[in-house]
């Protein structure tokens, strides 16, 4: 059997990504029936079918799969190498995708880009806000920001954040024709406003502790949401109750604008830690990031 090229390989591991010969054949700079001719070619020379093509999609056979989860990451250390030797060459350079979520983004990742890009102009940052347990790998994104707890074992977890709290607000018109919940479960004949997780498609379960008793509430509402900003701005509106970080809310509780309960059972949140693979080889872009957000308090 003949041996496939570098070429040809490149050429199926673009293709498997994007799933798409448009798109792959636009990324590669060659025209579709060229990258298609490569594809026919090295399955004839492999003697097994990689991809399965339709009118609107192209994924991976299982050969496919097993052969774009062998040699892909490879690929990826190669690509590294090469540019952290073209980085050495002056400054740290090159872009670097971020899965984030919006409160860790807005307190953590913004500030510290603001201070930090306009000295280094080489680096590109992509921030992509998402409530999802996201595959890093599979995405192809060079380091997430999640909650502690959330952070797979297999993963290299760096702490870029302390412990927060986390306060059930509503404002005080709500609170004008319904009573104060005095436990967790008083929450049931309350109008709450849900976090939507696009992972199960369900609604976030309050946490909340007290004397080391735990327990979760699924919130019941009228409106649910991806996006603290959209559910601070309902809790405002006297929509219903809200459940987000303290620093969140805190303004708009010292103004009066919202009033905060169920203060005794507030469960702290684990903080923010920014993890990445443990076989990733660093560029120093990369590097430099991962300083400027580690927690120093």
Known sequence: MARPTVDDLVAFLVVAREQSFTRAAAQMGVSQPALSKTIRELEHRLGVRLLTRTTRSVSTTEAGERLLQTIGPHFDGIDAGLAALGELRDRPAGNLRITSVEHASQTILAPAMAKLLPKFPEITIE???????????????????????QVAQDMIAVRIGPDFGMAVVGSPSYFEERPIPLMPHD?????????????????????FAKDGR???????????????????????????????????????????????????????????????PSRRQPTPAFSLILDALRYRG
């Open 214 to 276: 735990e327990l979760k509430v699924r919130p019941q509402g009228p409106v649910a949401f991806n996006t603290i900003t959209l559910t601070l701005d309902m809790a405002l509106a006297s929509v219903g109750l809200a459940y987000l970080p303290e620093d969140v809310v805190g303004e708009h509780i010292t103004r009066g604008r919202l009033i905060r309960v169920l203060a005794d059972w507030s469960s702290p949140a684990s903080g923010y830690h920014l993890y990445y």
């Open 127 to 149: 921030i992509i806000n998402d409530y999802g347990l996201t595959d890093i790998v599979a995405d192809r994104f060079d380091m997430g920001i999640r909650l502690g707890e």
């Open 187 to 207: 929450l049931t004949g309350h109008a709450c406003i849900g976090l939507r997780l696009p992972t199960s498609g369900g609604l976030w379960s309050w946490p």
